[in-house]
């Protein structure tokens, strides 16, 4: 079982739709990463999260720390935001371990 | 853009080859992380350095080294290349060692086939 699981592995919503995207891991941690990787390959960072909530537009990070639970919304969802979504945890090292992430198309 | 220049954006190769990648950090960045993500694997943590120094070591075969120079670029050493190696590799930079509170910039990664 990995340490990180995403769901739902593909996502596919229409424009404007809200969308809700799940990380859970097994192993206590100090912080989690949420990235974005678009079709071209590139890694976006989206958020860092050690607790609580976080919100950068239409994007909205959340974490439990009790429950090993973060989500990722989105709000108007809109076809630019078609990506790879990617969770990644970081435990008492500098070693990230990554989800094996959600793949999500938005369609007009 | 990032700020985090990797080159070359693609390489195609021979098995038992040898080959070099290279980043350089967003400025003022001392932290430097090699990422390598494969269709089977998924992304991977290789290796960090800190301001010259190596910070942490992750699933790095033994046929792979990095370093960083001192004007803080990074070059990744791939050697006796196996189609196995056949993968996006990423770097990213970070300001201090301790990413825990800070995001992390990707470079656009390059792609290695192995053939």
């Known amino acids: 079982k990995n340490e990180v699981e995403q769901s739902p592995q593909n996502l596919t919503a229409q424009e404007g739709e809200f969308i809700t995207i799940n990380c859970s891991y097994s192993?206590?941690?100090?912080?989690l990463h949420w990235l974005q990787q678009h079709p071209g390959g590139g890694i976006v960072s989206l958020f860092m999260?050690?607790?609580g909530k976080k919100k950068h537009g239409r994007l909205i990070a959340t974490i439990n720390i009790q429950e090993k639970h973060s989500s990722l919304h989105i709000t108007a969802s809109h076809p630019r935001d078609s990506a790879v979504y990617i969770c990644?945890?970081?435990?008492?090292?500098?070693?990230?371990?990554f989800g094996t992430g959600t793949r999500l198309q938005v369609f007009p | 853009d990032s700020g985090v220049t990797q080159t070359p954006k693609h390489l195609i190769t021979a098995t038992g080859q040898r080959v070099t990648l290279r980043c350089s950090p967003r400025?003022?960045?001392?932290?430097v992380y090699w990422y390598q993500q494969s269709l089977d694997q998924g992304l991977q943590f290789l290796i960090q350095?800190?301001?010259?120094?190596?910070?942490a070591k992750g699933n790095i075969l033994e046929r792979f080294s990095a370093q960083q120079f001192p004007d803080l670029h990074s070059e990744l050493n791939l050697s006796s290349l196996e189609l196995g190696d056949s993968a996006l590799y990423f770097c990213?930079?970070?300001?201090?060692?301790?990413?825990?509170?800070?995001?992390?910039?990707f470079g656009s990664g390059t792609q290695l086939s192995v053939l």
């Open positions: 192993v206590g941690i100090s912080a």
């Open positions: 350095y800190y301001n010259g120094e190596e910070r």
């Open positions: 400025s003022g960045d001392l932290s």
């Open positions: 999260l050690s607790s």
């Open positions: 990213a930079s970070s300001a201090g060692f301790r990413p825990t509170n800070e995001k992390l910039f």
């Open positions: 990644a945890v970081r435990r008492n090292t500098d070693k990230l371990i």
